[in-house]
Every structure is written in structure tokens, then in C-alpha cells.
């Protein structure tokens, strides 16, 4: 029987490793409670995003005990993510279909409505990759099962013609034989050298595609985000396409929300609009939101709480209120600032003999990750 919590993210005696020989976490913990807007600050490579990613279930970490979000396993109850009670905003929205990965596939779509709403596509290359992921076009993308919806993801990341492909061990959830066919694929597409398009959405075909949504919420978000919904996904900027992206990630009142740097692209306005939305949503539902970045602008009386991340290490959370340097006057980020300066190099982890860590992927010493030696950008 599982434990019940009071907190709506609880990790326990967690450990995560990319690479076996330096893990990132060893033995991590972190409590936070419904209602909290929490600040997760560290220097570049401290373990933000790869924190934020596993409480979004997009890593297997130890079993169903270690990572609980609203008391269900981050990774194994997949409904957590399908219902939209957790919500997982982050990493870049490639304006080139070609980066399979950011495909947002939440709510109830078909897998025909995901697939052929991607205008612009040569209608044999999408029968091919239907074919070849064993597409059931029927699918509801809220009930098929992780490998499944990993297919449709990667379906629609290939329907043009790519020339330079981008991926993020997406080949995880699928069964050997979609793997295999695929690597063939990709190995095809590489020798024809075919010329590459680009996808054409407009955004209203990507926010109306949500199904089960509250129409008074979606409008509040258009207006909020300053959306047009006639705007062509391939035309737009990047500031317009992350509004889309974050109003697609909002369309369902969320029960806890996870934040990497979305706001980057944003005009000052509408970074401003949006956090007050998101205090709104805390403060009126108990939401939960843990926001990492490394922008504090407006950030002091926003956030409640704040957890400062060194090198895979908790270094120390604390209520905004009480943060005693914040009181003499300073603000977030010349505190933040005079903790990162006080690492030290010789601070960085050194492990020695460093434990047994579950490999993130059956593939990882596959051929296919030595697709990883291309650059990617977010
Ligand atoms: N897919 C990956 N494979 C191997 N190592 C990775 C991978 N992703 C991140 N890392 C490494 O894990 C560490 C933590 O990376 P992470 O992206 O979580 O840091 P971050 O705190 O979000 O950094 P930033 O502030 O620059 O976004 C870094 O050393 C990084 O190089």
C-alpha cells in the first residue's frame, strides 16, 4: 500500500546518473508543498532541468517510492501527465519539425488529428511512417500507452524531410523492432540527402487540437498570451511561438506546473502577465509551480520558496520571507549571484568509487547514442 503525502512533490533518497561513472544526484531529497511557488536556482549544469525532468516523469529514477508527484510515481503513472495535473513546460520548441522531441502530446487528440494536421507533407512519406511506426490512426493519445504515443511523437517530427535531426534518446519507449526499423530509416534518410520544409500549424489548429479544455480558460490564455490564432507555426518568432507552446501546456488547470526558462522568449509584458497568472492559479487552486531560471526580475515577491542547487547537491531551501539577505535590502539576484561566485572549482563533486546507478536507457550504449555528438541547442 502507498504512503499518502501531504506535499505535492516529494523525492526521496533519489539518484540519477548520465553517465554511471559521475552521477548527478546521489542521495537528493526535496519536499514542497501544495500552494508553493518555488524557485530552483544553481549555476549552468547544477541539475535544474534534469531535476525538472524527472519530476515531469520524463526519466525512470529507482522505483515507485523515490519520486512522488501528487502522490503518484512521477514516471510510472503516466495518467499524472495525460490528465494534465502535472504540467511540464521547457526545453525549445524547434522552429524546423525536424527536431523530434517537443511535440506537446497531451489531452485527448487522435492520432489522425495529430499526425495529418501537419499541412505541407507528401502524403507517401506519411503513409511510409505510419506504416513503418505501426500507426493506429484511431488512437486517443490519452490512452495509449508511453511507446505508443512515443510513436505518433516521432511520426510527426519526421513528416518533412529533414536535413538535420536533432534527438533526444527517443527511441526509449519502443520495442526493438520499431527501434530497429527506425535507425534503418534514419540511415535511408541520411544517404538520399533529401531537401528539407518546414511544418505548417497555425496556432489555433495546435491550441483548438486540445480536447476537454474549458473554452473560458483557452480564451482567458489567447488573450493573456496575446495569441493570433491565424499565425503559421513556420512564420512565426520564437516569442510567439513559446506563447503558444505555454498556452498549450496551460490549456488544463494543472495541479503542479514545471518551468524551465519559458519565459526567455518573452516580452517584458507578457512575462509579467503570465507570472501574475501564475500566482493566481497558486493562490485561488493550491497549485504548485517550481520554476528554474536564471532571470529574477520581479521574481522576489513572486516566489515563496526557493531551492538553490549546486552540482546535483541541494545546498539549502528556504522561505522567501525568511531569507535573511533578502531583508537587508538585496535583491534575489545579488543574493543568488553571491552564492554562485562563492562556488568554489575545487567545490565540483569528485566522486570516488561512485555507486551502482541505474542506466536512464536499455540503449545507452547503443550505436544510436553516438547520435548525441551533434550539437543541440535550446
Ligand atoms: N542528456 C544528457 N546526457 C548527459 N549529460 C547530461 C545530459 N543532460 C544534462 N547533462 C549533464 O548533467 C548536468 C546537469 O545538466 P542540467 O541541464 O540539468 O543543468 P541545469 O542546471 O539545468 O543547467 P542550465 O542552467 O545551464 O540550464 C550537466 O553537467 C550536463 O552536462
Not at 121 to 136: H, M, N, S
Request: aromatic letters at 8%; glycine letters at 8%.
Amino acid at each position: 500500500m502507498e504512503e499518502v503525502d501531504s506535499s505535492s512533490i516529494r523525492v526521496s533518497g533519489m539518484q540519477f546518473a548520465y553517465d554511471a561513472q559521475s552521477p548527478l544526484f546521489v542521495d537528493f531529497n526535496l519536499k514542497i508543498l501544495p500552494g508553493s511557488r518555488c524557485l530552483l536556482v544553481g549555476a549552468n549544469g547544477s541539475g535544474k532541468t534534469t531535476l525538472l525532468k524527472i519530476l515531469a516523469g520524463k526519466h525512470m529514477v529507482g522505483g515507485r517510492d523515490v519520486v512522488r508527484v501528487l502522490n503518484s510515481s512521477a514516471f510510472h503513472d503516466t495518467n499524472l501527465v495525460c490528465n494534465g495535473d502535472l504540467s511540464y513546460l521547457g526545453g525549445s520548441w524547434s522552429k524546423t519539425i525536424g527536431s523530434a522531441g517537443d511535440v506537446p502530446l497531451q489531452g485527448d487528440f487522435s492520432a489522425e488529428h495529430m499526425i495529418f494536421g501537419v499541412d505541407g507533407v507528401d502524403p507517401v512519406r506519411r503513409e511510409k511512417l505510419i506504416e513503418l511506426l505501426d500507426i493506429d490512426l484511431q488512437w486517443r493519445m490519452h490512452k495509449v500507452s508511453d511507446g505508443q504515443r512515443r510513436r505518433v511523437q516521432i511520426c510527426m517530427g519526421l513528416l518533412h524531410p529533414f536535413q538535420v535531426l536533432l534527438l533526444d534518446e527517443i527511441t526509449v519507449d519502443l520495442d526493438v523492432v520499431a527501434r530497429l526499423d527506425l535507425l534503418d530509416f534514419f540511415k535511408e534518410e541520411c544517404e538520399q540527402g533529401d531537401v528539407p520544409l518546414q511544418g505548417d500549424f497555425s496556432a489555433e489548429h495546435m491550441i483548438f487540437g486540445v480536447d476537454g479544455v474549458d473554452p473560458v480558460r483557452r480564451e482567458k490564455l489567447i488573450e493573456l498570451l496575446d495569441i493570433d490564432l491565424q499565425w503559421r507555426m513556420h512564420k512565426v518568432s520564437d516569442g510567439q511561438r513559446r506563447r503558444v507552446q505555454i498556452c498549450m501546456g496551460l490549456l488544463h488547470p494543472f495541479q503542479v506546473l514545471l518551468l524551465d526558462e519559458i519565459t526567455v522568449d518573452l516580452d517584458v509584458v507578457a512575462r509579467l502577465d503570465l507570472l501574475d497568472f501564475f500566482k493566481e492559479e497558486c493562490e485561488q487552486r493550491g497549485a504548485t509551480i517550481v520554476y528554474a531560471t536564471h532571470i529574477y526580475d520581479g521574481l522576489e515577491t513572486w516566489a515563496t520558496d526557493l531551492a538553490y542547487i549546486q552540482d546535483g547537491v541541494l545546498k539549502r531551501t528556504d522561505k522567501l520571507s525568511e531569507l535573511g539577505e533578502l531583508k537587508n535590502s538585496a535583491n534575489l539576484l545579488s543574493v543568488v549571484e553571491s552564492w554562485l561566485r562563492s562556488e568554489t572549482k575545487h567545490e565540483k563533486k569528485k566522486p570516488i568509487n561512485p555507486p551502482q546507478i541505474q542506466k536512464t536507457s536499455p540503449f545507452d550504449s547503443s550505436p544510436f547514442k553516438s547520435s548525441r555528438h551533434m550539437a543541440y541547442y535550446r
